[in-house]
């Protein structure tokens, strides 16, 4: 008897394997049952533009023409209508957010020649040494400096050097990078600050 009913799971097992591929095994779950190898994949209707509140319904005609008469007026005007709201409903003043050391591209974000305008008021405090350029004859000086401020093996100090110009150091101060441009430029290199 216990025979038998050792023999019973290899037999379904067995039927599993012809139907699945020989690699595969699923004898481990009862309730599998296995997919039709030649059933096309299901195919999902999904709307053009996903909104998780549902469709909403076309506005009043009232806030049409209150959108309508607000697209009239002048800009100053249109410019007011946003604290007034605020105001009035008592939302709080939202928080402008800091964009200051982001890279926002050629357009310098919303307002990119404001942008350059601040720029100028506000003092730099974090600086880029540059390697313009240096004696043939000072080479292997200039790459024993340059190994000397960064933390470089020979041969990436020489490779940089090789490729001037090129930046040696990034995000010092301003004395940090006047020190290195005076070693430079006592070894037979030019170097400048950015």
Known sequence: ????????????????????????????QPDFVPRDPNAKPIRYKYPAAYDPYGPRPPPSDKIVQLAERIAALAPEERRQIGPLL???LRHPNLKQISVE?????AMGGPGGGTAKAEEKKVEKTAFDVKLEKFDAAAKIKVIKEVRSFTSLGLK?????VEKAPAI???????????EIIEKIKAVGGVAVME
Request: charged letters at 30%; proline letters at 4%; glycine letters at 8%.
């Open 1 to 28: 008897m216990k025979l038998i009913a050792r023999l019973r799971p290899i037999q379904t097992c067995t039927a599993l394997r012809e139907i699945i591929g020989p690699l595969q095994s699923r004898s481990f």
């Open 156 to 160: 990436e100090a020489k490779e940089l």
């Open 101 to 105: 050391g982001m890279d926002l591209g």
């Open 168 to 178: 040696l150091k990034q995000g010092v101060t301003k004395e940090e990078a006047n």
């Open 86 to 88: 605020r105001e009035i």
